[in-house]
């Protein structure tokens, strides 16, 4: 199997390498005017069935094409790792060729980009896209053609595609918030929700406000910020400074949380409970060293070996799911001496499904 990479594709990371790459495009990211409105669709997608695949039934190896958002954050750097391991190691006999191309959040280089995967010849495209209209167009382009669509985590409206891969982002949001009120009886509770995805983040936003609404004793201060600790920490500054207290914290990913720690740190206030941390080592180092209580979920980065599992299926001709929903796993601050590992770098997720070598390789300094 040969694997290649216009453009830049997938790599092995260190953590240096993972550093570089952030500092160069986040700003570009994160100024204001560069963020996506949420589009203007239906909250909860109603998306049940299956899907008969026989049509794109091929005999192996394939080729398969992915176009990726591309590798700027942690979480992005696992995901590929997944999909990687999955084409080289795992599925290997299955795939002949691997095609990744990276469109650092460029809706326009991701449409070019399907495009030219389309021109050579792939099997089947696999697509974490970015919320656009202009990325669909480049998705229905590719089911127009006979070339099955899989998306992983962000799904794409008003536009045909196999199956979407992704975790529910409105339920993690309830149980974010039924674990914080669980902590506390009443008090004023701080959300802060990024503007990472558009679609999740409003998802995640829903479940929290449902489960809130059940206990009037408690009154949240919603903020959104650019998803980076800064943002977070001056977002959750911002917030001390207006009101007397904060009785607790949900946040919809680490990165946040460890933003939200460096402001009551900065402010001299005692940390209050956090939901809504996840398994990010980052995370992880500061809730160790602050001793923070909290509630974390996975990431999710591992989705992305179930993305190239539903490849084969697909092209072996078998019925998959219209939606796969991937499983979350919750763990507190009880267990984390289970999951916060001292000797990898931040940039590590400890809810995976990678070969030890391969974690060594990515992620020991």
């Not at 070019?112 to 382009?141: F, M, S």
């Amino acid at each position: 199997m040969t694997s290649q990479s216009p453009g830049q594709g997938m790599q092995r990371w260190k953590r240096r390498d993972f550093m570089r790459l952030a500092a160069g495009t986040a700003m570009a990211l994160f100024l204001p005017g560069c963020q996506r409105a949420p589009s203007p669709r239906s909250p909860t997608p109603a998306l049940q069935g299956w899907v008969d695949t026989k049509r794109y039934k091929k005999s192996p190896p394939w080729r398969l094409g992915r176009s990726s958002r591309g590798d700027i954050s942690a979480w992005m750097v696992m995901f590929s790792a997944h999909v990687e391991y999955g084409v080289q190691e795992k599925y290997r006999k299955s795939f002949k060729d691997y095609i990744s191309m990276a469109a650092n959040w460029d809706p326009n280089k991701q449409i070019e980009d399907i495009r030219i995967l389309l021109a050579q010849g792939i099997d089947l495209l696999l697509i974490d896209p970015l919320d656009t209209t202009v990325v669909a167009q480049g998705v229905k382009e590719a089911m127009d053609a006979g070339i099955p669509v899989i998306l992983a985590s962000t799904r794409v409206a008003n536009v045909p595609y196999v199956s979407w891969v992704a975790t529910n982002a409105e339920e993690r949001g309830a149980v974010c918030a039924d674990w914080l009120c669980q902590s506390i009886t009443c008090g004023r509770v701080a959300v802060l929700v990024s503007l990472f995805s558009a679609e999740d983040s409003e998802l995640w936003l829903q479940g929290v406000r449902r489960r809130l609404d059940r206990h009037p004793n408690v009154e949240p201060i919603v903020t959104r910020c650019s998803w980076s600790s800064a943002a977070a920490k001056q977002a959750m500054a911002s917030t001390l400074l207006h009101s007397s207290s904060i009785d607790g914290v949900i946040v919809d990913n680490g990165v946040l949380g460890r933003g939200v720690v460096q402001a009551f740190l900065e402010h001299g206030s005692e940390i209050p409970p956090i939901a809504g941390a996840d398994d990010w080592n980052g995370w992880l180092r500061t809730a160790n060293q602050h001793g923070v209580r909290f509630l974390a979920l996975s990431g999710g980065a591992n989705l992305g070996l179930r993305c190239v599992e539903l490849a084969t299926r697909v092209l072996s001709g078998e019925t998959v799911p219209a939606y796969l929903e991937f499983p979350c796993q919750t763990f507190d601050n009880t267990m984390l001496d289970d999951y916060f590992n001292p000797d990898l770098s931040d940039p590590y997720w400890a809810i995976h499904d990678l070969p030890e070598a391969w974690i060594e390789r990515m992620f020991k300094p």
